[in-house]
C-alpha cells in the first residue's frame, strides 16, 4: 500500500483523540498548580529533555519567560539545552549522563521545580537531574510518553501521554505543555487585565 499523507494525519488524530481523553487531562492539574505554586513563592522552573524534547524544553522556557496568550509578567524559566558551551564542554569532558544533573546542582534551590521531558520515560540524564533534583530538594515533573519508564516513578508530579510512536507522544507533550502556559496566563494576569 502507499504511503498516504491524508491517512497518517488521520491516525495521528485518532490516536491522539484516544489518549487525550478528559480523565488524562485530569492528571495535568496537579502538575501545572505546582509550577504555579513555585512561581508564586519566587522559584524558577529548570527544564530539559533530548533531541525533539530539548526543543520542547526551549519553548516551554519561551513561553514562561515572554507570554503565551495574555499579557503578563515574565516567569522565571531555564532551558538547560541551551548553553552550548556548557553542553559540549561538559559532554565531551565527563560524560553526557551528567550534562543536566551538573546543571541542576549548579542552578537549582530547594522547592524550584526541575521538569524533565522524555518520551520514552527513560532519558538517563534527566535521570540523573532527577536525582541532582531530589538531593537539592527540589520538585521533580516528568513530561513523559508510553508508560512513563524509570521516570514516572521518580518524578514528584507526573503527566505520562499513553501513546507507543515517538511523533504522536511529542504532539501529545505540546498541547499538554500549552495547556499548562494558558493556566499559568491566568494565575499570572494582571489584576487589570
Not at 515572554?66 to 524559566?77: D, N, P, S, V
Not at 541542576?104 to 540523573?128: C, F, H, K, Y
Not at 532527577?130 to 516528568?142: D, K, V
Request: with cysteine; glycine share 6%; aromatic share 6%.
Amino acid at each position: 500500500m502507499a504511503y498516504s499523507i491524508v491517512d497518517d494525519v488521520a491516525i495521528a488524530i485518532a490516536e491522539l483523540r484516544r489518549a487525550l481523553t478528559p480523565e488524562f487531562a485530569a492528571t495535568i492539574v496537579p502538575s501545572a498548580e505546582a509550577l504555579a505554586e513555585a512561581l508564586q513563592a519566587g522559584k524558577k522552573i529548570l527544564i530539559m529533555g533530548n533531541g525533539g524534547s530539548a526543543a520542547d524544553a526551549q519553548h516551554i522556557a519561551a513561553e514562561l519567560v515572554g507570554r503565551f496568550k495574555i499579557e503578563r509578567r515574565g516567569l522565571a524559566a531555564i532551558a538547560l539545552t541551551t548553553d552550548s558551551s556548557v553542553l559540549t564542554a561538559w559532554s565531551n569532558d565527563y560524560a553526557y549522563e551528567t550534562v543536566f544533573s551538573r546543571q541542576v546542582e549548579a542552578l537549582a534551590q530547594p522547592d524550584d521545580v526541575v521538569w524533565g521531558i522524555s518520551t520514552s520515560g527513560n532519558s538517563t540524564n534527566v535521570m540523573r537531574a532527577f536525582e541532582a533534583a531530589h538531593a537539592i530538594g527540589a520538585t521533580t515533573l516528568g513530561l513523559l510518553g508510553r508508560s512513563g519508564g524509570k521516570l514516572a516513578a521518580m518524578s514528584d508530579f507526573s503527566i505520562v501521554v499513553p501513546l507507543e510512536h515517538t511523533d504522536q507522544i511529542q504532539s501529545a507533550h505540546q498541547i499538554v505543555y500549552h495547556a499548562i502556559c494558558a493556566y499559568l496566563d491566568t494565575v499570572f494576569q494582571p489584576a487589570d487585565a
